[in-house]
């Protein structure tokens, strides 16, 4: 069974462009969170969606958005990017929405000059 | 403010040793606790689940303790292996969270040959 797939792997923008990353969950899982890493923060949520339907949002600007497809495959936007906003993004899957075990790609390392 | 909190930033342990890496938290709404390790480039990887109606999961060579009381957390490695040294993350979830999970800021195990 095929893991959580991101792309790309790697990506470098400037300040005030946008960004869309890409996450496809693992076969037959329905839910896609997706988390960002900072060396000053750690590990933070962003949000989750449930079958195309935003379940939770973390404490992030309006700037991060993201969206759902009816073959569970999750995409995220950052628009108007900031220096800050260079991080690892990780998406993870689950089966679903309660107690599971999240399984990670290895994340769209984003670079913001 | 950090509900959930790794104050050791770093351990040592010889090969063959037991490894304790600690994990507190403050949000008593807090009711299922995982433990992740991450490689430098690459997603965390579950190790071990507790949820709050237990005291103590095993799995293997891995032992999750929790002490609700305390609200503290402890993940046991025997015996270590070098294999084993990656950044190790705790994390929580609450009730009605859904997947949204409240990250440590890890602890960095070195285990020794």
Redesign the interface.
């Known amino acids: 069974k095929a893991g959580?797939t991101q792309t790309p792997r790697y990506l470098i923008k400037t300040r005030g462009q946008q960004v869309t990353l890409s996450c496809s969950p693992i076969s037959g899982h329905r839910?896609v969170?997706w988390?960002q890493q900072t060396p000053g923060q750690?590990?933070?949520?962003l949000f989750?969606y449930?079958s195309e339907t935003q379940?939770?949002k973390?404490n992030f600007p309006g700037r991060f958005s993201g969206r759902q497809f009816s073959n569970s495959r999750s995409e995220m936007n950052v628009s108007t990017l900031e220096l800050g906003d260079s991080a690892l993004y990780?998406c993870?899957s689950?089966a679903s929405?309660?107690?599971?075990?999240?399984?990670?790609?290895?994340?769209t390392q984003l670079s913001v000059l | 403010d950090q509900q959930v909190k790794q104050n050791s930033p770093s351990l040592s342990v010889q090969e063959g040793r037991i490894s304790i890496l600690n994990c507190d938290y403050t949000n008593s709404m807090f009711d299922?606790f995982?433990w992740?390790k991450k490689y430098p480039?690459?997603?965390?990887?579950?190790l071990i689940?507790i949820?709050s109606i237990k005291d103590k999961n095993e799995d293997g060579r891995f032992t999750v303790f929790l002490n609700k009381s305390a609200k503290h957390l402890s993940l046991h490695i025997v015996p270590s292996q070098p294999g084993d040294s990656a950044v190790y993350?705790c994390?929580a979830?609450g009730n009605n969270?859904?997947?949204?999970?409240?990250?440590?800021?890890?602890t960095r195990l070195m285990v020794k040959p």
Do not use: I
């Open positions: 959580v839910s969170s988390y750690g590990l933070q949520f989750e449930f379940r939770n973390g990780l993870a689950s929405t309660t107690n599971e075990k999240l399984f990670f790609g290895s994340g | 299922y995982l992740y480039a690459e997603g965390p990887t579950f689940s949820s993350f994390a979830n969270a859904g997947n949204m999970l409240t990250f440590g800021g890890g």
